[in-house]
Structures are given as structure tokens and as C-alpha cells.
């Protein structure tokens, strides 16, 4: 999941959660909502360390520097 899949969940969650006030039989769109939120969240969280991680770890560059005159 991208990081723009976790931030929709955070919103469509919280969307459920406070924004809405509509009740189904056997489904409470509250709850639903704030799971949504709490997986979301642990998404974009993981997604930082990832990201984090991978930033870490350094990469090699090699310079070769040419000093001598190039004249043509």
C-alpha cells in the first residue's frame, strides 16, 4: 500500500467515524471508521520507516578526478 492509499483510509475513516450518521443493521459505521483510521495510520507509519530506512543506508559513489591538462 502507497502512502496515498493510507492517507485515503485516514480520511475515508474518519469520514465514517464523525462526519456521518447513518445506522445499518448489524454495522456500526463508527467503529468501521475508526479502524479504517487505525490502519491507515499504521500504514503511513510503516511506510516512514521504510522510507527512513532506505535513506539510511548509504551509497557508494565513486569519483574519479582527471588532473591532468587536456590540451587540444
Do not use: N, Y
Not at 493510507?6 to 450518521?21: E, H, K, N, P, R
Not at 503511513?44 to 521504510?50: A, C, K, L, M, P
Amino acid at each position: 500500500m502507497s502512502l496515498g492509499g493510507c492517507i485515503i483510509l485516514v480520511a475515508l475513516g474518519a469520514i465514517l467515524a464523525f462526519a456521518t450518521d447513518w445506522h445499518m443493521k448489524g454495522v456500526d459505521l463508527h467503529l468501521v471508521g475508526w479502524i479504517l483510521m487505525i490502519v491507515g495510520l499504521i500504514g503511513v507509519f510503516v511506510f516512514r520507516s521504510i522510507g527512513r530506512r532506505r535513506g539510511l543506508t548509504p551509497t557508494q559513489t565513486t569519483v574519479i578526478e582527471d588532473d591532468r591538462d587536456r590540451r587540444l
